[in-house]
């Protein structure tokens, strides 16, 4: 079983950076599929970026050229840069794991969720 823990939230000006990280237990950390979600209130779930056991990444389309998703298997944590934040980001950031490898932008295929670190982004 995998566990994973968030953090790196917090208060953040508009266009302002912040960095989230996911440690992850278990030792075949590098043979899985890692992904970052978000949930604005009200509003829900959404995929925002993905990173393959293999290296290859993908993002939601918004978040292109400013966020950047990566991974240090000898640390077991992956990471989400966020640059040039904006207000609608704003949201509670998840973490999941598909040990199956079939991670993708549908997070029904994810087996393994954090419980989330709030980003805020004041205007």
């Known amino acids: 079983q995998v566990q994973l823990v968030e953090s790196g939230g917090g208060l953040v000006q508009a266009g302002g950076s912040l960095r989230l990280s996911c440690a992850a237990s278990?030792?075949?950390?590098?043979?899985?599929?890692m992904g970052w979600f978000r949930q604005a209130p009200g509003k829900e779930r959404e995929f925002v970026a993905g990173i393959k056991w293999s290296g290859s990444t993908y993002y939601l389309d918004s978040v292109k050229g400013r966020f950047t998703i990566s991974r240090d298997n000898a640390k077991n944590t992956v990471y989400l840069q966020m640059n040039s934040l904006k207000p609608e980001d704003a949201a509670v950031y998840y973490c999941?794991?598909?040990?199956?490898?079939?991670?993708?932008?549908?997070?029904?295929?994810?087996?393994?969720w954090g419980q989330g670190t709030q980003v805020t982004v004041s205007s």
């Open positions: 278990g030792r075949t950390f590098s043979s899985i599929d």
């Open positions: 999941a794991a598909d040990r199956l490898r079939r991670g993708s932008r549908a997070e029904g295929l994810y087996n393994y």
